[in-house]
């Protein structure tokens, strides 16, 4: 009698086992599943220009010159804290020559190649655009918050391994996507092509912000990110320029947002 009740309980043990072991692969199945359904939420395909668009949700973060960054620029400061209150969509790359000839039927770009950056893009070129598909040109302030991937530093990684610049860029613009995107999942942010904003370029104030949108009137817009042509000193997440001059013959291009 004890061995039989012995030999149920092994029995009975083994079947718990089995029925733990199933619950945790289900679990971790599920988990998965949940996990790829999220990533999936968090990018979309826009029909009207073929292009993937990134979902960056609602936060805060310190806008400007980032903390030990001896590059800055004095139009980086003061650093200001900056809440952005709407979750938004932003291009996951530059937008490409295939996406823009696709869009608006030409191509400006010196350097060209489906998957290249348009460039040569004058600011209502882009602004253009992105209402055709939609969308609108990110501020300023969404721009540098997709861009700094929630990284405080003047760069989420090696120079190197996430822009194209002067001294890796060979003279010129590369297919988008081929280096380290943030955690965002966004690429070519800090290289390859500046990018026009909707801003009006004017000078930072030292007072929190929320959803700021720049100066209602000026001179020249706001291009954000380092190109192609640029130095490795122009490839920070607080860089920013005018299209006053500065940047090379081809090195302005865009991505669109929208909330």
Known sequence: MGARHLHACMTQARLWLLIVA??????????????????????KVNPGDGLTYVWISPGSFR???????????????PAHAVTITKGFWIGQTPVTQAGYGKVVGANPSTYH???????????????????????????????????????????????NR?????DNAQSMTHEVAQKQPNAYGVYDMLGNVREWVADWYGPYGAAPAVDPKGPSTGQYRVGRGGSWYDSEEIARASSRSTNGGGCGPACHGFRCAAN
């Not at 806008?63 to 400061?77: H, L, Q, R, T, V």
């Not at 655009?129 to 990684?157: H, I, K, N």
């Open 113 to 159: 190649g489906a998957q290249l950056p348009v460039e040569e893009v004058t600011w209502d070129d882009a602004k253009s655009y992105c209402d055709r598909v939609q969308m609108r040109l990110p501020t300023e302030a969404e721009w540098e918050f997709a861009a700094r991937g929630s990284a405080t530093g003047s760069r989420y990684g090696p120079a």
């Open 162 to 166: 996430i822009a194209w610049y002067s």
């Open 22 to 43: 199933i619950l945790i692969a289900v679990l971790a199945w599920w988990g998965a599943e949940l996990s790829r359904v999220a990533a999936q939420e968090r990018t």
């Open 63 to 77: 806008m400007g010159c980032s903390p030990a960054d001896s590059e800055c620029a004095e139009d980086e400061k």
